[in-house]
């Protein structure tokens, strides 16, 4: 036995058992200053993450600062019209239709997507679906024009020099043609094309794109220039010119792409007027003052009679469809005609009153009679809305909305559709 505990004592005294984990009690002064340690390490890391996340939002803020003036410089203030407009109308809460106006006093009215323009004597307002004062410009033309495509409005004068380019809450610019205005029309992209008088020769026409660069100019000798149409892809002009020759009257019709120098279509209509064009599939539809001619880009053409009647009214849609309303002479009644975006007559409608107002909106045409909108799809046929108050003037559809001005308001209905009374066509 005692030689077993000097053993274990032996044991012992070499360290050959495991350690005991036990560690030396410091200070209370040491344990305050290895907090403090500690404590500055944590501050000196959250210094760094902090000064890490700084330079890490900063670059990105100056990247998209970059590309932001990038994208600025290159679309420049047209295209990005429509985002402005967008935060611009956010929120934008009015007090509601009707709206009180003196229809006698009103020089335009017309709907810029579903924003109402309403051009007065001096100046010209845009209001939103709740009745916000979305923008008021100046407005100082005898008899303004109004062409709306894309979410832009372009104002000018005929016999006047400048026009005015707008979104739905801002003037984009202003500019002076120099020349008196015959025409104009506006792209998709916002490039203007303008139709006036010249210095040398008889008329001339220019584009410039959004940036107010001049991309085509062209100078006709013979001719003023009564129409034109901006292509949806903004690198083509379609015009419409009118001449005297032997004291008759002829129209012609040419298109340039602005890279060609020669037209890529140039066609003579003798004892003619042509006066409006429409872009269709292929080509275009040009109205004339006894015919609509399909006019395709290989420059072959299908002559469509108005067989006698006069065309009171044309509407066209953003789908390519084109209606027309026309009058019989010395007669209470009106036809419509709708066609499809390659020209092919989807529909040919008589009725025994005449028609007031025409549009295109959404794959519907809309006509106004006396005291009832119409509504016609290619699917759905005709259906009647409600009476329309009583003084009503112009009637605009847009979506489930109707905007109908009288002669002493605007107001904002819902139209409620029914199966077409039979009395109001007339039977071939």
């Avoid at 058992?17 to 410091?26: E, S, T, Y």
């Avoid at 008899?143 to 809450?169: E, H, Q, V, W, Y």
Wanted: hydrophobic share 40%; glycine share 10%; aromatic share 8%.
């Amino acid at each position: 036995m005692e030689k077993k505990r000097r053993g274990g004592e032996s044991a012992l005294a070499k360290n050959e058992l495991p350690a005991m984990g036990f560690r030396r009690i410091r200070s209370l002064a040491e344990e305050e200053k290895a907090l403090a340690a500690r404590q500055e390490k944590r501050r000196k890391e959250r210094i760094k993450k902090a000064l890490g996340q700084a330079l890490k939002w900063g670059g990105a803020l100056a990247g998209l600062a970059i590309v932001l003036a990038a994208l600025i410089t290159w679309a420049g203030p047209v295209r990005l019209s429509n985002l402005t407009d967008a935060f611009a109308m956010l929120g934008r809460r009015g007090e509601g239709f009707p709206l009180e106006i003196s229809y006698g006093n009103l020089k335009q009215a017309a709907m810029l997507d579903k924003q109402l323009l309403l051009a007065g004597p001096t100046t010209l307002d845009i209001y939103n679906r709740g009745r916000y004062l979305l923008h008021q410009l100046e407005q100082p033309f005898d008899t303004p024009m109004l062409r709306i495509r894309g979410g832009r409005a372009l104002l000018f004068d005929r016999g006047a020099s400048k026009f005015t380019l707008m979104s739905r809450s801002e003037t984009l610019y202003e500019k002076d043609a120099g020349q008196t205005i015959l025409c104009m029309d506006l792209g998709r992209q916002g490039t203007v094309a303008v139709g006036s008088k010249a210095e040398t020769g008889t008329s001339e026409a220019r584009v410039w794109d959004p940036k107010e660069k001049l991309l085509f100019a062209w100078n006709c000798e013979k001719e003023y220039i009564a129409a034109m149409r901006l292509a949806g892809n903004g690198k083509s002009l379609a015009m419409c010119l009118t001449g005297t020759q032997q004291a008759g009257v002829y129209s012609r019709f040419v298109n340039y792409t602005f890279h060609k120098k020669e037209p890529t279509v140039n066609l003579s209509f003798e004892n003619c007027w042509l006066y409006r064009v429409e872009p269709m599939s292929g080509g275009w539809f040009a109205l004339g003052d006894q015919a609509l001619y399909l006019i395709r880009r290989n420059g072959t053409t299908e002559t469509l009679s108005y067989d006698g009647r006069s065309l009171e009214l044309c509407a066209a849609g953003e789908n390519g469809a084109l209606a027309l309303a026309l009058q019989d002479w010395g007669k209470n009644s009106s036809l419509l005609r709708v066609y499809d975006r390659k020209g092919a007559l989807l529909l040919e409608q008589s009725f025994t009153r005449p028609i007031l107002s025409l549009e295109c909106y959404g794959g519907a045409v809309y006509l106004q009679l006396d005291g009832l909108l119409l509504r016609w799809k290619k699917n759905g046929g005709f259906v009647q809305s409600q009476p329309l108050p009583q003084g009503t003037q112009q009637v605009y559809a847009r979506g489930r909305d109707l905007y109908v001005l009288t002669i002493e308001s605007v107001e904002l209905l819902k139209p409620l559709w029914e199966e077409l009374d039979g009395t109001l066509l007339r039977q071939p």
